[in-house]
């Protein structure tokens, strides 16, 4: 029941802290030591390569997955649409280990990987937000998302779960395989400044609301930019805006905006850029710059130890791994209150299913 709030995705957003210590207690110890089946960390641990494999939000969530497994397990990691993957195999590694995103469990073109996957016996686990749902009863394993029934179309704490239990499994598998990245990295800790970081920037909805206003509700097209993780996130962000508000919005890698893109800048573009990576900070703000110089009107999403005065959108500093999880908030209520003040049905855009059941 969405019981006070006008639509269910507004809820949906606003759970997320809740979900994030929900996932803590569920995979975590009270010492904050990972709580997976030993048949699973084996099995993964074989792996000469991961194959993370998703459609839209989920596979965008797959993408900030690969940093996490690289990070800390040290296994190379590729991420596939899985419309893609299904028709257009790449070279497969000798050990691959599958892992499959899935807020529904029932997407037809994951389906259709895993149905492959499973002809070539190779070893695979569904994360997902629907027990017994199809891709979970068909891979090896399963890990679910307790992110709780998401109703709204667009998806929200699904995206924000998938990434949390990714990182919780690659500290797990990591420490398995004494990696050392990954036994000095606290989760239990990381994951509890996240949840508290995500109920700042949600008890701050009225700025996001006046930036919807100002600056995006009588806007065309617009343009989210980042790089690394902070790219990753700008595709989610840009997905989101589309799918509720109808304006053109793209995700950009921000050093290759200038290879021919920024020609769409025009007077008065509003073009977002997220900042919460140290190493290319100041790179993507001077790649905002130039889109200033031609006329954009940049917004900035940036953690707090990176922050200066001219700033828009400050979000709490946690672990640079984890950054996704804050800086897609922002992004999540931009779209709400963009698609809300332009009267549009906030939970049911056009065109759209929640789940896609044909390839
Ligand atoms: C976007 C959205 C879709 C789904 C995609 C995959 O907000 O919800 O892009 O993420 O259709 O769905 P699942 O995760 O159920 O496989």
């Known amino acids: 029941e969405k019981g006070v709030y006008p639509y269910y995705m507004l809820k949906e957003i606003d ?3 809740n979900v994030m210590r929900k996932l803590s207690a569920k995979y975590l110890d ?5 709580l997976f089946d030993k048949k699973l960390l084996e099995a993964m641990k074989q792996a000469d390569r991961l194959y993370i494999i998703g459609a839209g939000t989920s596979y965008h969530a797959g993408l900030v997955g690969k940093n996490l497994f690289e990070k800390l397990v040290n296994v190379p990691t590729e991420v596939h649409v899985a419309s893609e993957f299904a028709y257009n195999q790449p ?5 691959p280990f599958f892992i499959f995103l899935s807020q ?8 259709e990987v895993l149905v492959n996957v499973n002809q070539k016996d190779f070893p695979s686990l569904t994360i997902t937000n629907v027990e017994n749902s199809t891709l979970s009863r068909e891979a090896t394993f399963t890990l679910l998302l307790e992110a709780g029934p998401e109703i709204s179309v667009a998806s929200t704490k699904a995206y924000t779960a998938q990434i949390a239990v990714e990182a919780i499994l690659a500290k797990g598998l990591g420490e398995f395989k004494e990696i050392e990245v990954a036994k000095n990295f606290d989760i239990k800790q990381q994951l509890g400044l996240v949840a508290t970081g995500m109920q700042s920037i949600v008890d701050e909805k009225a700025t996001i609301d006046d930036l919807s206003k100002k600056y995006f509700v009588d806007a065309e097209k617009s343009f989210y930019i980042g ?19 109808y304006i053109q919005a793209e995700g950009f890698a921000s050093g290759e905006l200038k290879h021919g893109t920024i020609a769409l800048i025009e007077d008065g573009t509003p073009v977002i850029g997220i ?10 703000r001077s790649n905002l710059q130039e889109t200033m110089s031609r006329g954009a ?13 001219d700033d828009d959108i400050i979000i709490p500093t946690v672990d640079e791994l984890l950054a996704p999880l804050l800086s897609v908030i922002p992004a999540q209520l931009l779209a709400y209150y963009t698609s809300l003040n332009k009267g549009l049905d906030v939970d049911k855009p ?10």
């Open 15 to 17: 759970e997320q802290p």
């Open 227 to 245: 790089r690394g993780t902070d790219y990753f996130v700008s595709l989610e962000a840009s997905l989101k805006l589309k799918e509720i508000s």
């Open 30 to 34: 009270e010492n904050g030591a990972p």
């Open 104 to 111: 529904s469990g029932e997407t037809a073109d994951s389906r």
């Open 297 to 309: 009107k940049k917004i900035t999403i940036v953690s707090d130890d990176l922050a200066r005065n």
């Open 275 to 284: 900042i919460t990576q140290a190493n290319t900070a100041s790179l993507t």
């Open 350 to 359: 056009r065109n759209l299913a929640k789940s896609v059941t044909v390839e």
């Open 91 to 95: 070279i497969i590694s000798d050990n």
